[in-house]
């Protein structure tokens, strides 16, 4: 049984859940519009620029919104901050250090900037960290446990930076020292994003707890977000590399999570239809 939108959890309920649903359904409206528009742009030009903290943006309200309805505005501000704040803080010390992610610095084409690190790239953290999670709770099913949330958790963030940094760097917002041999990034780098997930997947463990079925609009921004990127560079970008890696990493576990909800979904339906005709059955006698 679940508690959601009821208030249990701090969810508002009644019109506050069919706002906040609408909350989520209108940066998600822009977040497609602004994928769409993408390719179309000229690469590397203002209006991809913009279009990149358009989509980033609009992925982070999406998020919001639907973590708000899910554990209340309060609980979902704090996680929001706190992600953001961690993660500059690790992309700061990735810039000056190196470490964890490898070598390498922003350009001044994504700006404002906050200690030399564009104010979108913790947002994107947040925005992409609670639908993977939700999309490993769900995966799991019954097998669903912190340890498993937080690794899988961290293994569905990191898949899809696959596509993420291909693009980024493709557009000049970030520049790697040395080169790697996947689309010009090293290794170093998803082995950062792996730990680094990993860490943030632990985090939201305490700050957003699991309640239950895992939120379904945060799962479907995940399974959205497999087959916009896999379509749009097979099909726009024009690199079927990077399509099929990072199409082979994120869409299994997107659809592992919807084939879990719709199997939860179906046997709930038929318990219930076993529950009127008992019911009715037992009415007649």
């Known amino acids: 049984m679940t508690r959601r939108s009821t208030g249990a959890v701090g969810g508002p309920a009644g019109g506050g859940a069919r706002a906040t649903r609408l909350g989520a359904a209108i940066p998600a409206a822009i977040t497609l519009a602004g ?9 590397g030009g203002p209006v991809r620029r913009t279009l990149s903290t358009v989509v980033v943006s609009g992925l982070f309200a999406t998020t919001s919104a639907a973590a708000a309805r899910r554990w209340g505005a309060p609980r979902a501000a704090i996680a929001a901050t706190g992600v953001a704040a961690a993660t500059t803080a690790v992309e700061h010390l990735g810039t000056t250090s190196g470490r964890p992610f490898g070598a390498y610095g922003y350009t001044n084409a994504l700006r404002p900037q906050v200690a030399g690190v564009p104010a979108i790239v913790p947002l994107a953290w947040f925005a992409m960290a609670v639908p993977a999670r939700e999309t490993a709770h769900a995966a799991l099913g019954h097998r669903s446990t912190p340890a498993r949330r937080i690794a899988l958790g961290a293994v569905a963030l990191t898949a899809w930076d696959l596509f993420l940094d291909p693009q980024m760097v493709g557009e000049g917002y970030w520049r790697w020292v040395r ?107």
């Open 35 to 43: 994928m769409i528009a993408t390719p179309l742009a000229r690469r």
């Open 179 to 285: 080169a790697g041999r996947y689309r010009g990034i090293p290794v170093t780098n998803y082995l950062g994003w792996l730990a680094t997930s990993t860490a943030v997947m632990a985090a939201l463990e305490v700050a957003l707890p699991t309640d239950g079925e895992a939120d379904r609009t945060l799962v479907a921004e995940y399974g959205v977000m497999a087959g916009m990127e896999t379509l749009g560079f097979a099909a726009f970008f024009k690199d079927r590399v990077v399509a099929a890696v990072g199409g082979t990493a994120m869409v299994p576990i997107a659809a592992a999570a919807a084939r879990s909800l719709w199997r939860s979904r179906h046997w709930r339906v038929v318990g219930d239809v076993r529950v009127v005709r008992h019911t009715r059955g037992a009415g007649r006698g």
